[in-house]
């Protein structure tokens, strides 16, 4: 069965995108990085998208499907704290003291 961009584009969990691209995984890594995984696998979309380079719906499913590889192997060595994909990564808190803010007068 061939696979198009118009299947991939009515897929919605993460655990259906490494099934329709035939790649193994672990559901204890998704289960916790799920939108991580997700939010690095659609920045690597976007960057796909907007290359200059002219691909086919083959070659493009294929550049898809190397970048959900890459996606997920980020967070088998790093972290979403590390990687700080989202803004509340970003963001100081609010009504925190730290050890190094106090002073010993």
């Known amino acids: 069965m061939t696979q ?11 655990e259906d995108y490494f099934q329709f691209f035939d790649l193994e995984y ?9 939108l991580h995984i997700l939010q690095k696998f659609s920045e690597y979309i976007k960057e796909i998208d907007n290359s200059k380079v002219q691909l086919n ?9 190397e970048a959900l590889k890459q996606a997920y192997q980020v ?6 704290q590390q ?14 003291v730290k050890l190094t803010e106090i002073d010993s007068d």
Do not use: M
Request: charged share 35%; aromatic share 10%; net charge positive.
């Open 26 to 34: 672990d559901q204890k890594v998704v289960h916790v990085n799920r």
């Open 83 to 96: 990687e700080k994909l989202f803004k509340v990564f970003h963001q100081k808190p609010k009504n925190v």
């Open 57 to 65: 719906h083959e070659e493009r499913l294929g550049k898809y499907r």
């Open 4 to 14: 198009s961009l118009e299947e991939f584009n009515k897929l919605v969990n993460t």
């Open 75 to 80: 967070f088998i060595e790093s972290t979403p």
